[in-house]
């Protein structure tokens, strides 16, 4: 097999996201990380939830309190654990500072 391959799609565990990147800016992971589990924590915005949703509901993209919520966040946040469900969904108020 001849593979010429340029780009790879790598998904952002911190921002829940894809993108396409170009091989040249990929790095190897540092030995120590590849033992570690991943570092990201599932969480929910407090008291936030999808358009015609519950707590339960699974966010789309298109949704227009999903767009709302990303456009309001900033470089600076504070976040506060409010509570914690069976050990791994922290429910998270977050603060964000007018400017």
């Known amino acids: ?3 010429n391959l340029k780009e790879v799609c790598v998904y952002f565990v911190d921002f829940g996201e894809q993108q396409t990147i170009a091989l040249t ?4 992971l540092p030995q120590e ?3 570690q589990p991943a570092f ?3 969480c929910r915005l407090y008291d936030i939830c999808p ?7 699974t966010w789309n993209l298109d949704d227009p309190v999903h767009y709302e919520c990303k456009s309001l966040m900033s470089d ?3 976040c506060k654990v409010l ?4 050990q791994i969904c922290y429910i ?3 603060d964000i500072p007018n400017e």
């Open 83 to 86: 509570d914690i469900k069976e």
């Open 76 to 78: 600076v946040m504070h």
């Open 51 to 57: 358009l015609n949703g519950t707590e339960h509901s």
């Open 33 to 35: 990380f590849t033992r």
């Open 40 to 42: 990201a924590i599932p």
């Open 92 to 94: 998270i108020q977050v």
């Open 1 to 3: 097999l001849n593979f």
């Open 25 to 28: 800016n990929i790095r190897p």
